[in-house]
């Protein structure tokens, strides 16, 4: 097992007075991934993919190098089928403006999860009204796990996408992706999307495996920073789709009389890209690279049951989301509002995310209005879980 003691001390931003919970919000970042973005700053700022001179050719390799990095720690078969984008939300975006928006037509059916984050329900219900596509909804099953009789009962030849998450932001809800995958396959010709910005931190992801036709990404769940994430694609599907934003870097020549597009990944990525941001993604993972994800996950894993044992003792709190072996536990606490319950927390310096958690159908489904969620990273310990219950309990005493 890593010295999680020397893995905390990484994280300046963790300082021992705050109790940091709000990991699937966003991960603190490590030392050498900072100063991965201050080198490139104060050393090699340059363009990239333009100019002559050193720095912009230094930058361009560097910038490359990245993209490898990406397509390697997702086992991508090319690089060419990694683009960069500010995160899972725009990649998703991208594939509802392009892909479906020049596909789609009335009488199409879009499959989408209940459990989603409002990342990937939006753009499906934007891209349904501009083609006359129908949204469908896969109902939660029990114990917040993914309904398969349902969805096998929706797919159809009707349906042309499923929208799904690896795992859900609220519940910790792992997917049975390769099991959509194979039923989608089985009964229809639809394409497979998955929003893997709540898995990709806390489980090694070979997209070549699970066989969906995108998997997209956000880089500040990855301990990298906010600004930078990725949209995989499969490359003959990336061929065929017409560009999104138009500018500099994704043409090859452009006239009044008509222009022609870059070929991958530059097709995609218009204008001066979020170059510190993808070096810092990939210093990031090459430095999770160097801990066995298990060791990881299995501490994290300890920190949530602990918590889970603890939240289970107190009196009028609710445990509305915990799915064994993830790393988020959401309660409610009776009678009291979830921001009122927050609020008393941080007094107590310990941060949780409370609210709907840009997921209103899942609240709809559950029946409440919104959740406290509590969220656990590598650098929390075993302090910090006592910190919080005991935290909880003031509360509850309190309220």
């Given at each position: 097992?890593?010295?999680?003691?020397t893995?905390?001390?990484?994280?300046?931003?963790?300082?021992?007075?705050?109790?940091?919970?709000?990991?699937?919000?966003?991960?603190?970042?490590?030392?050498?991934?900072?100063?991965?973005?201050?080198?490139?700053?104060?050393?090699?700022?340059?363009?990239?993919?333009?100019?002559?001179?050193?720095?912009?050719?230094?930058?361009?390799?560097?910038?490359?190098?990245?993209?490898?990095?990406?397509?390697?720690f997702?086992?991508?078969?090319?690089?060419?089928?990694?683009?960069?984008?500010?995160?899972?939300?725009?990649?998703l975006?991208?594939?509802?403006?392009?892909y479906?928006?020049?596909?789609?037509?009335?009488?199409?059916?879009?499959?989408?999860?209940?459990?989603?984050?409002?990342?990937?329900?939006?753009p499906?219900?934007?891209?349904?009204?501009?083609?006359?596509?129908?949204?469908?909804?896969?109902?939660?099953?029990?114990?917040?796990?993914?309904?398969?009789?349902?969805?096998?009962?929706?797919?159809n030849?009707?349906?042309?996408?499923?929208?799904?998450?690896?795992?859900?932001?609220?519940?910790?809800?792992?997917?049975?992706?390769?099991?959509?995958?194979?039923?989608?396959?089985a009964?229809?010709?639809?394409?497979?999307?998955?929003?893997?910005?709540?898995?990709?931190?806390?489980?090694?992801?070979?997209?070549?495996?699970?066989?969906?036709?995108?998997?997209v990404?956000?880089?500040?769940?990855?301990?990298?920073?906010?600004?930078?994430?990725?949209?995989?694609?499969?490359?003959?599907?990336l061929?065929?789709?017409?560009?999104w934003?138009?500018?500099?870097?994704?043409?090859?020549?452009?006239?009044?009389?008509?222009?022609?597009?870059?070929?991958?990944?530059?097709?995609?990525?218009?204008?001066?890209?979020?170059?510190?941001?993808?070096?810092a993604?990939?210093?990031?993972?090459?430095?999770?690279?160097?801990?066995?994800?298990?060791?990881?996950?299995?501490?994290?894993?300890?920190?949530q049951?602990?918590?889970?044992?603890?939240?289970?003792?107190?009196?009028d709190?609710?445990?509305i989301?915990?799915?064994?072996?993830?790393?988020?536990?959401?309660?409610?606490?009776?009678?009291?509002?979830?921001?009122?319950?927050a609020?008393?927390?941080?007094?107590?310096?310990?941060?949780?995310?409370?609210?709907?958690?840009?997921?209103?159908?899942?609240?709809?489904?559950?029946?409440?209005?919104?959740?406290?969620?509590?969220?656990?990273?590598?650098?929390?310990?075993?302090?910090?879980?006592?910190?919080?219950?005991?935290?909880?309990?003031?509360?509850?005493?309190?309220?």
């Amino acid at each position: 097992m890593p010295d999680m003691q020397t893995i905390r001390a990484q994280f300046p931003a963790i300082d021992g007075e705050t109790v940091y919970l709000d990991s699937a919000a966003t991960t603190q970042k490590p030392q050498v991934v900072i100063d991965c973005i201050t080198d490139y700053y104060r050393n090699q700022n340059a363009n990239v993919h333009r100019g002559s001179h050193s720095l912009t050719a230094m930058a361009t390799t560097r910038f490359e190098n990245a993209r490898e990095a990406v397509a390697r720690f997702i086992n991508a078969d090319s690089a060419k089928e990694i683009i960069w984008t500010r995160g899972a939300t725009e990649a998703l975006n991208l594939i509802a403006q392009t892909y479906a928006r020049s596909t789609l037509k009335p009488g199409d059916e879009i499959l989408v999860s209940e459990m989603e984050h409002h990342a990937n329900i939006v753009p499906w219900q934007i891209v349904a009204e501009q083609t006359g596509a129908k949204v469908v909804k896969v109902p939660i099953g029990e114990q917040c796990q993914f309904d398969k009789n349902a969805f096998n009962s929706l797919v159809n030849s009707n349906t042309k996408i499923v929208a799904v998450a690896q795992v859900t932001n609220v519940t910790g809800t792992t997917l049975p992706i390769k099991d959509i995958v194979a039923m989608t396959r089985a009964n229809s010709q639809a394409i497979v999307i998955v929003d893997g910005a709540q898995g990709i931190v806390h489980q090694p992801t070979d997209v070549q495996d699970l066989d969906a036709d995108f998997y997209v990404f956000s880089g500040h769940k990855l301990y990298a920073p906010a600004g930078i994430g990725v949209l995989y694609g499969k490359l003959a599907i990336l061929e065929a789709m017409p560009p999104w934003h138009g500018g500099g870097k994704m043409v090859e020549k452009v006239s009044f009389e008509g222009t022609t597009f870059s070929q991958l990944p530059g097709k995609f990525e218009a204008g001066t890209p979020n170059v510190a941001g993808a070096l810092a993604l990939a210093c990031s993972i090459e430095w999770l690279g160097q801990y066995p994800n298990n060791e990881l996950e299995q501490h994290i894993h300890q920190l949530q049951q602990l918590a889970f044992d603890g939240l289970s003792q107190l009196d009028d709190i609710e445990i509305i989301g915990f799915q064994p072996g993830a790393s988020v536990i959401t309660f409610v606490m009776e009678g009291v509002h979830h921001q009122d319950l927050a609020t008393l927390l941080d007094q107590q310096n310990i941060a949780v995310r409370a609210g709907h958690h840009c997921a209103h159908p899942l609240m709809d489904a559950l029946g409440v209005k919104g959740t406290v969620r509590a969220s656990f990273a590598i650098y929390n310990s075993l302090e910090d879980v006592e910190r919080f219950v005991a935290a909880v309990k003031k509360a509850v005493d309190m309220l």
